[in-house]
């Protein structure tokens, strides 16, 4: 079937340390994925993107890899803040070639800064 | 400089009932999208737009559930004789165009059926 999982449903970290959320995909076809960080009560928000032609992308305390071979994502968050504590989704895109333009979403992984 | 924005942000409604969910898009996006979100699961897809052409509405779960886009901006997410299992967040977002752009998410409708 056609799925975009996460390995660890929670996750908890000390303030300052790094993070790594992992995220595995099905459908090797897929070729743009999505990290997005939902608070309570608030919508997904954007944090980074990646095209399957690269294998990382950095932004601000960010990182994502991307392995093709083992179908595999992982968001990186670097110096974790308390701000950072949230459900974070990876999701998958569905091109037009697919006659649609959907996401499909992982289950998510709750992260948890304590101090 | 707004978002996209939804209303009612919560409705709590009998079985059997009605309702309707309104979204407003980024001004000027052309791809609007549906998706409804279980609690403690991820969003899930339901429906498709660009501009007032609904191109996939694949992932709406029964007849019961109606989306349109007429002028190619608003939208709204109309159920029908709603059901206990109808009770989720409903996500609305947008994307500048068609093609492999960044979706930007409402705040999404909390609907609870009684």
């Known amino acids: 079937g056609e799925s975009v999982g996460l390995h660890l449903p929670t996750l908890s970290v000390q303030e300052g340390d790094n993070s790594i959320i992992n995220c595995a995909y099905s459908?090797?076809?897929?070729?743009?994925f999505i990290w997005y960080k939902q608070e309570s009560g608030k919508g997904p928000q954007f944090i980074i993107d990646?095209?399957?032609?690269?294998d990382k992308r950095q932004g601000q305390r960010v990182t994502v890899l991307l392995n093709k071979t083992v179908k595999h994502l992982s968001l990186q968050i670097a110096a974790t803040q308390p701000g950072d504590s949230a459900v974070y989704f990876c999701?998958?895109?569905?091109?037009?070639?697919?006659?649609?333009?959907?996401?499909?979403f992982g289950t998510g992984t709750r992260l948890q800064v304590f101090p | 400089g707004a978002g996209v924005s939804q209303s009612p942000r919560y409705k709590v409604a009998k079985r059997g009932q009605d309702v309707a969910l309104r979204c407003d898009p980024i001004?000027?996006?052309?791809?609007l999208f549906w998706y409804q979100q279980a609690l403690g699961q991820g969003p899930e897809f339901l429906t498709y737009?660009?501009?007032?052409?609904?191109?996939?509405k694949s992932g709406l779960p029964s007849d019961r559930f109606f989306a349109e886009r007429p002028e190619g901006s608003v939208s709204t997410l109309k159920i029908q004789r709603t059901q206990q299992e109808d009770s989720a967040v409903y996500l609305c977002?947008?994307?500048?165009?068609?093609?492999?752009?960044?979706?930007?998410f409402g705040p999404g409708t909390r609907l609870l059926v009684l």
């Open positions: 977002a947008s994307s500048l165009a068609a093609g492999q752009e960044t979706q930007y």
């Open positions: 459908n090797s076809a897929s070729d743009y």
């Open positions: 990646i095209r399957s032609n690269m």
């Open positions: 999701a998958e895109y569905r091109p037009p070639s697919y006659n649609t333009d959907k996401l499909i």
């Open positions: 001004s000027g996006h052309v791809s």
């Open positions: 737009f660009q501009n007032e052409a609904q191109l996939d």
